[in-house]
């Protein structure tokens, strides 16, 4: 059964950097997808950004510029580097796998940008 772990989450002021981590694991042999979603509070999960098995990316407007996705194809891992946070930054962010057998999900990690 595939299974994902976050880890990397947290309180940093405005302006500062975190860096999200996501491990895949339970026999996969290849992943198509990973990505990030997050989901503020009273809000719908939404797109952060993903990266193909290829490399290419895709990212919200909200994470352009700031935010750069990248991945392990070894490790089956898939990295969040988020720089110039901002208070609406704010929500649990969750990872993602898409593999042959489906979609899978982490169990989130909360990110809190606050002074």
């Known amino acids: 059964q595939v299974q994902l772990v976050e880890s990397g989450g947290g309180l940093v002021q405005p302006g500062g950097s975190l860096r999200l981590s996501c491990a895949a694991s339970g026999g996969i042999s290849s992943v198509n997808v990973m990505g990030w979603h997050r989901q503020a509070p009273g809000k719908q999960r939404e797109l952060v950004a993903h990266i193909i098995s290829g490399g290419s990316t895709n990212y919200a407007d909200s994470a352009k510029g700031r935010f750069t996705i990248s991945r392990d194809n070894a490790k089956n891992t898939v990295y969040l580097q988020m720089n110039r946070l901002k208070p609406e930054d704010t929500a649990v962010y969750y990872c993602?796998?898409?593999?042959?057998?489906?979609?899978?999900w982490g169990q989130g990690t909360q990110v809190t940008v606050s002074s």
């Open positions: 993602y796998v898409l593999v042959a057998s489906g979609t899978y």
